[in-house]
């Protein structure tokens, strides 16, 4: 199943006011596997997601998304392989219901009116949300819209899902929902989040961005244990792995 | 048990309270457009037909008629009753507009003075009729279009523009605006709200900064504009929009325009409420 990879080689990105975003990243995620791209703001991860789907076109450097490079001619093929989910849900969910949201990708795919209806059925159903369908997006909860942008890209059957930030802005439970979620996605994930706890749960490997560049790749464990490297990179090691203050567990006990 | 209308009325006072702002309560006209009544069951299409001759048959009445105009209230007031509308709310909306209308009109009684109706030594000036007959005019229109909105719903009108040949683009800009006011009205509301809390007595709260908060609104809507464009372009688009449809344009709907139409036109060509009078006269007499 070579079409689910996502190769990067020395992508380098220059904002058109001069701001160097991306200098020179490199890295290799194959099929099924969930990788976090984690790192302090401003250190590049919006700008590299936007190369995954080509709404960025890298100033150096080629991007290959399966076993196509990304060009303007394979785009919408590409399109089409990597789900994206967005940071903010109003951004993503403008349709008027929850329904027509839903349905927007697999009508741009051309697919028939049928088999649309049977895949937006599923992937609310997938997400919990399918009694929402008739809803406008802007009467939803913070949890319930986030559940139907996941919805809108699932319906387009994605090998490759990309989140931006999927836990923000949500209350405990629906935070532990969501996890939940994701962690029965078969797709290979591609998540950033500040949320490192989340990240633990369900990443086993951790891509850190520093000014631009990949400043570690590896397993998360391994990576959230080396206290100098997350100082370095303005992080910090996930609550569950930090000592208690109150029970006197150790550093680094799970 | 409780009806279909009453859990509507219940799920919008929540809203009212929530919301209290008058001009962001759209919302309430969404629910009422939920309800499944005898009007809410015709196609958008006829209606949206039928309100849009409405509209262009009361403006077209004579300026310093007032009589005329009395009969086009039985569209209103049938699609209310039978649309199971709550009158309050829609003429409350009405009255929150009016102000922008009564500056409309205001200064007619000043500027047309001559005398047209008299009552022996009483004059009655055209100013003051044309203003009356712009009031009527103006409620009877506005009025028309809330009900449009309460018994069809915002989208579903879009749809049934487009579908009668308004250009793609312009009902998917309707859709984006209605879609998107709320998420701007919260911003707004959020912004007036950190400028409030950080401004003291009248410093903070000149027109300079107004200035830059609609500067600043401005820049974010097109940020955002962005991110929905890119959010559209992830999920193939390429200029296509697909809508469920609306239900078929059959003999009820024809029998709903047809009906109201003629209705118009009578209203037009004959003075019924002179013609009532009349025929009163003669049996009294």
Known sequence: MSHHIVELNDVRHTYPDGTQALRGISFRITHGESVAIVGAN?????????????????????????????????????????????????????????????????????????????????????????HLK??????LSGGEKRRVAIASVLSMSPDILVMDEPTTGLDPFARRQLIGLMKEFRHTKIITSHDLDM???????????????????????????????????????????????????????? | MYSTQEIYEHQAGNYMIKN???FFDFNYLDILARGDTIIHRVDPRAKVLTTVLFIIAVISVGKYEISALLPFF???????????????????????LSPFILFVGIFNPFFDTEPIIRFGAFGISGGWLSFVSILIRFALTVGAAFILIATTGFNEICTACEKMGLPKAFAVQLLFLYRYIFVLGDEVIRVSRARELR????????????????????????????????????????GEFHFRRPPGFGSAEAVYTVAWTAYFLLCRMVDIPGSVGDIFSRVLR
């Not at chain 1, 349905?103 to 009116?113: S, T």
């Not at chain 1, 990443?203 to 370095?232: Q, W």
């Not at chain 2, 039985?74 to 929150?96: D, E, H």
């Open chain 1, 134 to 139: 008739n809803k406008p997006p802007f009467r």
């Open chain 1, 199 to 254: 990240v633990l749960d369900i990443c086993e490997r951790t891509i850190v961005l520093h000014e631009g560049t990949v400043r570690a790749d590896g397993p998360t464990l391994a990576i959230f244990s080396n206290n100098a490297l997350l100082k370095e990179c303005r992080l910090e090691k996930p609550l569950s792995m930090q000592g208690c203050p109150r029970c006197g567990r150790p550093e680094g006990g799970i």
């Open chain 2, 199 to 238: 401004s003291f007595g009248k410093r903070g709260k000149g027109l300079k900064v107004f200035g830059s908060i609609v500067g600043n609104l401005l820049l974010r809507t097109w940020d955002r504009a962005q991110r929905i464009h890119t959010a559209m372009l992830c999920r193939g688009f390429r």
């Open chain 1, 42 to 130: 401003g250190a590049g991860k919006s700008t590299l997601l936007l190369h995954l789907n080509g709404y960025l076109a890298p100033s150096g450097g080629t991007v290959r998304i399966g076993d196509m490079p990304l060009t303007r001619q394979t785009l919408p093929e590409v399109r089409k392989t990597v789900g994206m989910v967005f940071q903010d849900p109003d951004d993503q969910l403008f349709m008027p219901t929850v329904y027509e949201d839903v349905a927007f990708g697999p009508f741009n795919l051309g697919l028939p009116r049928e088999e649309v209806d049977v895949r937006v059925m599923q992937s609310l159903r997938t997400v919990g949300v399918d």
């Open chain 2, 20 to 22: 209290g702002s008058a």
């Open chain 2, 74 to 96: 039985l569209f209103p007031a049938l699609n209310i009753s039978l649309g199971g509308l709550p009158l309050s709310y829609i003429s409350r909306k009405i009255l929150l």
